[in-house]
């Protein structure tokens, strides 16, 4: 029974948390989610105006986390 129980848990980690792939690309950091994008960070030393890119790896960047940007000048 344990062992059903951990291949279980196993297994519903990796479905939920398998498609998830997190990527630096300067100055921002991507988030990628089977076929969207979301900016989740980017460098400190990051100042001036950014680009967001409509595209990111040919797919969409579809939204930015609440605190991508909170340590850019």
């Known amino acids: 029974m344990k ?4 291949s ?3 297994a519903a ?3 939920l948390f398998g ?4 990527v630096n690309a300067d100055p921002l950091t991507y988030e990628v989610v089977g076929d ?3 900016i989740k960070d980017c460098k400190e030393t990051a100042s001036g105006a950014l680009v967001i890119p409509a595209t990111y790896d040919g797919k969409p ?3 930015i986390g609440s605190w991508a940007f909170w340590k850019c000048t």
């Open 3 to 6: 062992p059903l129980l951990i």
């Open 8 to 10: 279980t848990f196993a």
């Open 13 to 15: 980690v990796l479905l």
């Open 19 to 22: 498609g998830i792939t997190e």
């Open 36 to 38: 969207t994008v979301t």
């Open 61 to 63: 960047v579809t939204s």
